[in-house]
């Protein structure tokens, strides 16, 4: 793929906890982009944004949120 992560097959695995955030409107990075990183991650969760588009995550509470929740865990 563009991103040269087709089906995660790249990636080592991970037994460090992984958040995937992705904006609901983000058109130069397709969901299923998000979603085959996860396979590489014991603990993984991925987030859909709402309203979140590309590069303005950090705009987001819930993404403030969700870091810092995943920090309290580290």
């Known amino acids: 793929t563009r991103l040269g992560i087709a089906g995660g097959t790249q990636l ?3 037994t460090l906890p992984l958040v995937v955030s992705h904006g609901q409107h983000d058109p130069p990075i397709a969901p299923r982009h998000s979603t085959v990183l ?3 991650a ?3 969760r991925l987030e859909f944004l709402p309203g979140a588009g590309h590069n303005v995550l950090q705009d987001f509470e819930a993404y403030r ?3 810092r ?3 309290a865990g580290v």
Do not use: C, I
Request: charged share 20%; no cysteine.
């Open 38 to 40: 996860l396979p590489r």
């Open 69 to 71: 929740a995943a920090l």
């Open 42 to 44: 014991r603990h993984g």
């Open 12 to 14: 080592p695995p991970s």
């Open 65 to 67: 949120e969700s870091v």
